[in-house]
Antibody, heavy 116, light 113 residues
């Protein structure tokens, strides 16, 4: 059974940093591109970025580049999203997903709330 | 970035009805080398993660009922539900994976009439 489990969300102050994790099981993590997608409350889906299987290349949405960093640890089957200088607009549910042609596998999402 | 435009934004339907929704891209999603359209459709129910229904514009994922039909090519795509069931009430998103950043449409919400 494929499972993607995000963690690390919560309430964070504006300007702070936060690191989300996504632990994967059920497929060979090191064979696949992986991505992060977010969804603000009541809004649509927004691609954040993706990372190559060996971690050597990343692609980001222009609006995310510079503040968000995607990384992975293939030994731990774990995907990461480092968020810095967070703003209220970053309040959203953050999903990790396998980045095939489309995303057939998604985590349940983790909520990040940016508020003072 | 490729802009994805979905219409309508919402649609009220009755069980058993045929439903169509549109997704248009700001540039062609047809890759000439393999003649494939880099377009996916997702279904998202309240409180759930998105579920991939269709990739390559018309290829249903395993386990997806055959009442879900994807069609179209180039810049114009359609998701048809041949006979809507109560469990199909959800928001449907299209996504292009032709070029990064991948982009989603704003969604079409199916509601009960």
């Amino acid at each position: 059974e494929v499972k993607l489990v995000e963690s690390g969300g919560g309430l964070v102050l504006p300007g702070a940093s936060l690191k989300l994790s996504c632990i994967v099981s059920g497929f060979t993590f090191s064979d696949y591109w992986m991505r992060w997608v977010r969804q603000a409350p009541g809004k649509g889906l927004e691609f954040i970025g993706e990372i190559k299987p060996d971690g050597s290349k990343t692609n980001y949405a222009p609006s995310m580049k510079g503040r968000f960093t995607i990384s992975r640890d293939n030994a731990k089957n774990t995907l990461y999203l480092q968020m810095s200088s967070v703003r209220s607009e970053d309040t959203a549910t953050y999903y990790c997903a396998r980045s095939d042609y489309g995303s057939p596998y998604w985590g349940q999402g983790v909520m990040v709330t940016v508020s003072s | 970035d490729i802009v994805m435009t979905q219409t309508p934004s919402s649609q009220a339907v009755s069980a058993g009805e045929k439903v169509t929704m549109s997704c248009k891209s700001s540039q062609s999603l047809l890759y000439s080398e393999n003649k494939k359209n880099y377009l996916a459709w997702y279904q998202q129910k309240p409180g759930q993660s998105p579920k991939l229904l269709i990739s390559w514009a018309s290829t249903r994922e395993s386990g997806v009922p055959d009442r879900f039909i994807g069609s179209g090519s180039g810049t114009d795509f359609t998701l048809t539900i041949s006979s809507v069931q109560a469990e199909d009430l959800a928001v449907y998103y299209c996504e292009q994976y032709y070029d990064t950043p991948y982009t989603f449409g704003a969604g079409t919400k199916l509601e009960l009439k």
